[in-house]
């Protein structure tokens, strides 16, 4: 089983930017996509945006398209979800998570899970 940590959440005014953190436990990421979801109180997990890391090739929701960028460091296992022009509806506990092979945008088609990472933009 993959252990994911996510890391960077924080407390931050609307308009700033916080860059999230995802390490894997194993080297892991080169045969996987990589997938961020948010899950705010009494709403369901969304996605937010993936990549596959092999490719490079990304997807964003699209209430993120335009302020969001995932990455990857290949030499560093390691992926990152940089979030700029934050506004108070981004609150929420942010996820990544992994799949074998390709992107994909529903929560149950990933198969490892991080902790979470607990993000609020106030007004």
């Known amino acids: 089983q993959v252990q994911l940590v996510e890391s960077g959440g924080g407390l931050v005014q609307a308009g700033g930017s916080l860059r999230l953190s995802c390490a894997a436990s194993?080297?892991?990421?080169?045969?996987?996509?990589v997938g961020w979801f948010r899950q705010a109180p009494g709403k369901e997990r969304e996605f937010v945006a993936a990549?596959?890391?092999?490719?490079?090739?990304?997807y964003y929701a699209d209430p993120v398209k335009g302020r969001f960028t995932i990455s990857r460091d290949n030499a560093k296992n390691m992926a990152y979800l940089q979030m700029n022009s934050l506004k108070p509806e981004d609150t929420a506990v942010y996820y990544c998570a992994v799949r074998p092979f390709g992107i994909a945008t529903k929560a149950d088609q990933y198969t490892d899970w991080g902790q979470g990472t607990q993000v609020t933009v106030s007004s």
């Open positions: 990549i596959n890391w092999s490719a490079g090739s990304t």
């Open positions: 194993v080297r892991t990421f080169s045969t996987n996509a």
